[in-house]
Nanobody, 123 residues
Framework: VQLQAFGGGLVQAGGSLRLSCAAS????????MGWFRQAPGKEREFVAA????????YYADSVRRRFTISRDNAKNTVYLQMNVLKPEDTAVYYC?????????????????WGQGTLVTVSS
């Protein structure tokens, strides 16, 4: 599975961005999907995950109630709507696919990764 994330950019604090991640295969609909981020000098951290059906989601405490993960299996695409952005949200954001049906907040739990898209939030 090839994943391509896009939609990053520069935004002021308090603003919004929507990231998209397009998958190359129709089997995408069988996979749980996740978003992670990595800031300079820091480890990759979990942001959000969603089951293959979209029925269940899971968020890091730092983004809960500000970010929303969703998916459109007909378009082989997963989204991350980011609202009320803060400077500490600045990072490269990665999407990832997990062949297991269960959600995971660990990077080790994902089998396929996209190339990342940079989000910069100015204060």
């Amino acid at each position: 599975v090839q994943l391509q994330a896009f939609g990053g950019g520069l935004v002021q604090a308090g603003g919004s961005l929507r990231l998209s991640c397009a998958a190359s295969e129709r089997t995408f609909s069988n996979y749980a999907m996740g978003w992670f981020r990595q800031a300079p000098g820091k480890e990759r951290e979990f942001v959000a995950a969603i089951r293959w059906s979209g029925a269940s989601t899971y968020y890091a405490d730092s983004v809960r109630r500000r970010f929303t993960i969703s998916r459109d299996n007909a378009k082989n695409t997963v989204y991350l709507q980011m609202n009320v952005l803060k400077p500490e949200d600045t990072a490269v954001y990665y999407c990832a696919a997990r062949t297991s049906p269960n959600l995971s907040g660990s990077p080790a739990g994902y089998d396929y990764w996209g190339q990342g898209t940079l989000v910069t939030v100015s204060s």
